[in-house]
């Protein structure tokens, strides 16, 4: 039993010196997202805060040295005995898997035994063992059975009493019931406190992941797209300057405006108030396709869709057109939106064999598992607004991404408020060539 307090001992102390060094390393400015939005807690609790009470068996003691009790040796084994259980419950309290081990019941119990019997044999102040029996049982019972039992402690402890000092045993009745009560009242409530703010800890660390994962998607998409349309309009003004001052300048141009664009979205995106534009991303899509030499067109039909899917859905256009500039080869591109009363749909179609000039990475990048960083993070964000995204080869050539979204589902990543409730005028199927 000694080993085992030993280890809480130790083990107890090694909490307090983590607890400390992590304090020291918040002072210090080697601040973690926990420490930034979560307070101190202050130290763990552990059995040395129920140790004091030990000090109401001091009159026990007193009793021994002065020679006031029969069978001091006795008296001296039994009150060794007393403080070895409750070291060893005050220890194993705090943990809830040993707290609801057997072992520690049994020590419960045994304690119960000593007590009684040393308040039969001694009286006096040997009856305040009792309260600090109740002490140990509120520390380890704090279930349903707690009333039943503490109840129970209580009571032997004034009927024991009685035995010795007549109806003012019920002084020590009452002071065992309040201990236990009052001991696993507070010990409940620091340990729900605990597991709160642990759950705020990890609330605030999952908080910070999740806008980690936002923004590395936002710059993913963002700048992606952007520079893919800068080398591709770069490229063309190279083409043209030899023949065509003026076309090249019109390129440099659209280079410049799509420069300060990028600059603006960055901003916003740092800032979480991005809101994407279905309707911006077509005409984006538009002037990347065009520049690139390829023939974009765009089919739209059905109710306009809410804000929020249309901002998802600009993304989906984003991703999907800058792969087809820079890894499809194609000569053509079509676009379709088509809006039906339960869900959105688009589908963005190349005739590419992904064998063109890439910039910066493989043509096999865009695998047949439609599996690329990009991809993920939409796949990610439909999912996340109750939709799905599929990409992939066709059996004739060419390469599709299809995004589905409910009309009516959580787009809360997208951002906005919510505007269902708009009436929202359908419009004529329409297709547009976007080709110049």
């Known amino acids: 039993m000694w080993t085992a307090v030993r280890c809480r001992w130790t083990a107890a102390r090694e909490q307090r010196r983590r607890w400390k060094a992590g304090r020291e390393r918040c002072r210090d400015g080697q601040v973690s997202e926990a420490c930034e939005a979560v307070q101190d807690p202050g130290p763990p609790a552990n059995g040395f805060s129920l140790l004091p009470w030990l000090l109401m068996g001091m009159g026990a003691f007193s009793n021994l040295f002065q020679g006031d009790a029969a069978n001091p040796w006795i008296g001296g084994l039994?009150?060794?005995?007393?403080?070895?259980?409750?070291?060893?419950?005050?220890?194993?309290?705090?943990?809830?898997?040993?707290?609801?081990?057997?072992?520690?019941?049994?020590?419960?119990?045994l304690m119960g035994l000593v007590t009684c019997g040393l308040a039969l044999g001694y009286g006096g102040n040997w009856l305040l063992f009792f309260p600090l029996l109740g002490l140990a049982t509120g520390a380890v019972l704090r279930g349903p059975q707690l009333r039943t039992l503490g109840t129970a402690v209580a009571v032997l402890a004034g009927v024991v009493s009685c035995v010795h000092d007549g109806w003012g045993g019920l002084t020590i009745a009452y002071a065992t019931w309040i201990s236990t009560m009052v001991t696993a009242a507070i010990l409940s409530l620091s340990e729900a406190v605990r597991e709160l703010r642990a759950a705020r800890e990890e609330l605030a660390r999952r908080a910070v992941k999740e806008e980690r994962l936002r923004f590395s998607r936002d710059l993913h998409d963002l700048l992606g797209h952007t520079l893919s349309v800068i080398v591709v309009k770069s490229e063309a003004a190279r083409r043209l300057a030899p023949r065509d001052m003026d076309a090249a300048l019109?390129?440099?141009?659209?280079?410049?405006?799509?420069?300060r664009q990028a600059l603006s979205e960055i901003r916003e995106a740092v800032t979480g108030y991005r809101e994407g534009s279905l309707a911006t991303e077509l005409d984006r899509a538009r002037s990347a396709l065009t520049a690139a030499g390829v023939e974009p067109s765009v089919s739209r039909s059905g109710p306009q869709p809410q804000p929020q899917t249309a901002a998802l859905l600009g993304w989906v256009v984003r991703e999907a057109v800058t792969n087809v500039v820079r890894h499809s080869g194609a000569t053509r591109c079509r676009i379709t939106v088509s809006g039906e009363p339960e869900q959105v749909r688009l589908t963005v179609t190349d005739n590419g064999t992904g064998t063109g000039t890439d910039i910066g990475a493989g043509a096999g990048d865009r695998c047949a598992q439609g599996g690329g960083t990009g991809l993920t993070g939409l796949r990610e964000r439909l999912a996340t607004a109750g939709g799905s995204l599929t990409a992939g080869p066709e059996p004739h050539g060419g390469f599709t991404v299809t995004a589905q979204l409910p009309t009516a589902a959580d787009h809360s990543e997208a951002g906005g408020d919510s505007e269902g409730s708009r009436d929202r005028a359908p419009y004529a199927a329409t297709t547009h060539s976007l080709a110049p």
């Open 250 to 259: 019109s390129q440099v141009t659209d280079i410049e405006a799509v420069g």
């Open 78 to 109: 039994g009150l060794l005995t007393f403080n070895s259980l409750y070291v060893y419950i005050a220890f194993r309290s705090f943990v809830k898997v040993a707290r609801e081990a057997t072992s520690t019941r049994v020590a419960l119990a």
